[in-house]
């Protein structure tokens, strides 16, 4: 499996600009987070999605953050406007929760800047 | 909800020396502990994780402990190799409360070789 796949990995734009960025998770995995790792705040989890379905979206920053899985193998997180703050490394994770282990497999990310 | 607290920080040690990064979790009803390896430039990554019914779990180099009376947990790395130096994390759930992992703040360990 080629693990899970994150695009762009690098994204630069201007503020207010909208961004969009791409998960496809591990075929067969059942859930799907997606995190925000900055040097202030650490990993955070934003959201999170089993099958398909939004369970906790309580990590969303504000309305201005949006995320969707329209079917099993592909989520985007978007974000608009975009503001400098948003600045950070995004990483999707995917797993199967089997037997009560919670392993979670992380893509390689998208750094994201907004000047 | 739940809190994990890492610590040290930073870790600088010798190459063949032992490395130990210690955390704490808040809530007594998590039960399964992982911990994360971070490389430069790439995500986290799974290297040992410990479930609540166990005490100590070992994998070659690296093993992990768990208190649950005093709510932590420690990751022990001995004869560290340069290929050790990373971020990184432990995490804390609860397999009853869906599949949320909390993670604590991170620790960069250096390996000087």
């Known amino acids: 499996d080629a693990g899970v796949i994150q695009s762009p990995r690098h994204e630069v734009t201007e503020m207010g600009q909208e961004v969009t960025l791409r998960c496809k998770p591990i075929?067969?995995?059942?859930?799907l987070f997606w995190y925000r790792q900055t040097m202030m705040r650490g990993l955070e989890l934003l959201i999170y999605?089993?099958?398909?379905?939004?369970?906790?979206d309580s990590g969303m920053p504000e309305d201005r953050f949006s995320a969707k899985m329209p079917n099993a193998s592909f989520s985007t997180l978007k974000i608009q406007p975009s503001e400098p703050r948003d600045s950070a490394v995004y990483f999707c994770?995917?797993?199967?929760?089997?037997?009560?282990?919670?392993?979670?497999?992380f893509g390689p990310g998208t750094r994201l800047t907004v000047l | 909800g739940e809190n994990v607290e890492q610590h040290p920080s930073t870790l600088s040690v010798q190459e063949g020396d032992s490395a130990v990064i210690k955390c704490t979790y808040s809530d007594s009803a998590s039960n399964y502990f992982p911990w994360y390896k971070q490389e430069l430039g790439k995500g986290p990554q799974l290297i040992i994780d410990?479930?609540?019914?166990?005490g100590e779990k070992k994998d070659q180099r690296i093993a992990v402990t768990l208190n649950k009376t005093a709510k932590h947990f420690s990751l022990h790395i001995t004869e560290t190799q340069p290929e050790d130096s990373a971020v990184y994390f432990c995490?804390?759930?609860?397999?009853?409360?869906?599949?949320?992992?909390?993670f604590g703040a991170g620790t960069i360990l250096r390996v000087k070789s």
């Open positions: 995490a804390a759930s609860i397999s009853s409360g869906g599949n949320k992992l909390v």
């Open positions: 075929s067969g995995h059942d859930y």
């Open positions: 994770a995917s797993n199967l929760r089997v037997g009560g282990r919670n392993e979670q497999f």
């Open positions: 999605f089993n099958n398909n379905v939004p369970i906790d």
């Open positions: 410990i479930r609540s019914n166990v």
